[in-house]
């Protein structure tokens, strides 16, 4: 038999829960796992169960949240150039990406 292999607080986790997204739903997710810090797995544990979702700041943090807000601030003025409607996904990107701020901001202030 197999040695189990526990995680980092000691639980084995032998359930698989799979689910089917969009394209857009998977870069969402992707996006919003990449800004958090975390494992997908454990991002995606914490949003299912309703728990709250630390940002760690670090290098690669920061270095995905500036690619973010690129990407935002470009989508938003080529949006409002063509005087087109806001799209949903970009539209929670930008969320996020002011919730990760703002959370990181408090960090700094502690």
């Known amino acids: 038999m197999a040695k189990r292999i526990y995680d980092r607080h000691g639980r084995w986790r032998n359930k698989h829960v799979t689910f089917h997204a969009s394209e857009e ?7 919003a796992v990449a800004m958090s810090g975390l ?21 690669r943090v920061f270095k995905l949240i500036l690619e973010q807000t690129r990407y935002a601030v470009f989508e938003l003025k080529r949006e409002i150039r063509n005087a087109q409607t806001i ?18 901001k408090g960090k700094q202030n502690e």
């Open 25 to 31: 739903e998977a870069e969402e997710i992707n996006r």
């Open 87 to 104: 799209d949903p996904y970009l539209k929670e990107t930008v969320d996020t990406l002011i919730n990760t701020l703002e959370q990181m």
């Open 39 to 59: 494992t997908k797995q454990d991002y995606l544990i914490s949003r299912v169960l309703n728990r709250d979702i630390t940002v760690i700041p670090n290098s």
